[in-house]
C-alpha cells in the first residue's frame, strides 16, 4: 500500500487542501494500493475561510509516507519558526516524496530540506523565503529536485502532483488524474 499525507494546520488555504485531496483520492481510483489522509497536530484544523476539517492522524505519520505534501496558508509564518513542531517530521527524501504548495514552502526550508536548493513559493512569500537562505526561482510555477519539489499559485497544484504521482507511479498515472479534471474538450477522461 502506497500512502500520501497532506499536512495541514489552523488557517491552512483551503484550496490547498481540498483541490490536493480530491486529485489524490481520483489516483485511488487507479492504483487500488494508494491511501492519501489529511493529518495535523490537532483532532481539527480551521482554514483560512474558516472550515473546520477533522484530521485523520498526527503530523508524525508523515515518517511512513510514500508522498508528503504541505499546504500553504497563513499558518505556515509561525509553524517554520516552531522548533517543536518541526521536530515532530522524521522525513527522508531519498525514499520520500516531499513537496509544498507556496508558502508551504516555508515548511520544507524550516526542515532544511531546500538546503542548497532552489525554489519557488507565492510572491508575498519570496522576501521571506530568500531571507531563509534559498534560492527563489520567481519566474515559474513549478521547481523540482530529486524527490523534492514546490510549487507556486494554487492551481499549480495540478502539475505539481501530476510530477508526484509520476514518480510514485507512473506517467500513465499522472496524465490519467489531470485528465479527469481538464474543461471538457481538453482531454478529460471519467475515472468514476
Known amino acids: 500500500m502506497k500512502k500520501a499525507v497532506i499536512i495541514a494546520f489552523d488557517h491552512f488555504t483551503d484550496i490547498d487542501v481540498f483541490l490536493p485531496w480530491d486529485l489524490l483520492n481520483r489516483v485511488r481510483q487507479i492504483q487500488k ?13 480551521r482554514s483560512a475561510c474558516g472550515i473546520s476539517l477533522a484530521m485523520q492522524g498526527q503530523i508524525e505519520e508523515s515518517k511512513e509516507a510514500d508522498l508528503v505534501f504541505f499546504t500553504s496558508g497563513s499558518g505556515t509564518r509561525a ?10 517530521f522524521q522525513l527522508n527524501p531519498g525514499r ?8 508551504g514552502a516555508l515548511l520544507l526550508a524550516g526542515l532544511g530540506l531546500l538546503d542548497g536548493f532552489t525554489a519557488t513559493t507565492y510572491p508575498s512569500v519570496f522576501k521571506e523565503l530568500k531571507e531563509m537562505g534559498v534560492d527563489v526561482i520567481e519566474d515559474q510555477h513549478l521547481v523540482t529536485h530529486d524527490n ?5 499559485g494554487c ?9 508526484a504521482i ?5 506517467e500513465k498515472t499522472a496524465q ?3 485528465a479527469s479534471v481538464l474543461p471538457v474538450g481538453q482531454g478529460q477522461v471519467c475515472i468514476y
Request: proline content about 2%; some cysteine.
Open 33 to 45: 494500493d494508494f491511501e492519501v489522509r489529511i493529518i495535523g497536530t490537532a483532532p481539527e484544523h
Open 79 to 88: 509553524l517554520y519558526k516552531n522548533k517543536t513542531w518541526l521536530e515532530r
Open 176 to 178: 490519467a488524474m489531470i
Open 166 to 170: 509520476a514518480k510514485l507511479y507512473d
Open 96 to 103: 520520500q516524496i516531499i513537496c509544498s504548495m507556496c508558502s
Open 155 to 163: 492551481l499549480a497544484v495540478v502539475d505539481l502532483l501530476g510530477w
Open 148 to 152: 523534492i519539489a514546490t510549487a507556486a
